[in-house]
């Protein structure tokens, strides 16, 4: 991993529901991949976001 930055949005009002994170690659290249998550309640209010850069390795 490069980089890594994540935020709180809301408070904890709403944890006692279900909890949903969503999580995507935005963009892939050959050494670097962009990806951000997002973490929702059922109603859709976003709580937490965080975006990554990371580094692609050969195993």
């Known amino acids: 991993m490069v980089r890594l930055h994540g935020g709180w949005l809301a408070g904890d009002h ?3 529901r279900s909890l949903r994170a969503e999580g ?3 963009t892939i ?3 670097v991949a962009f990806a951000e998550a997002r973490l929702v ?3 859709g209010t976003l ?3 965080a975006t990554s850069t990371l580094l692609i390795m050969e195993q």
């Open 47 to 49: 709580f937490a976001s």
């Open 41 to 43: 309640n059922e109603a």
């Open 24 to 26: 995507r690659v935005v």
């Open 29 to 31: 290249g050959r050494r």
């Open 14 to 16: 709403g944890f006692d």
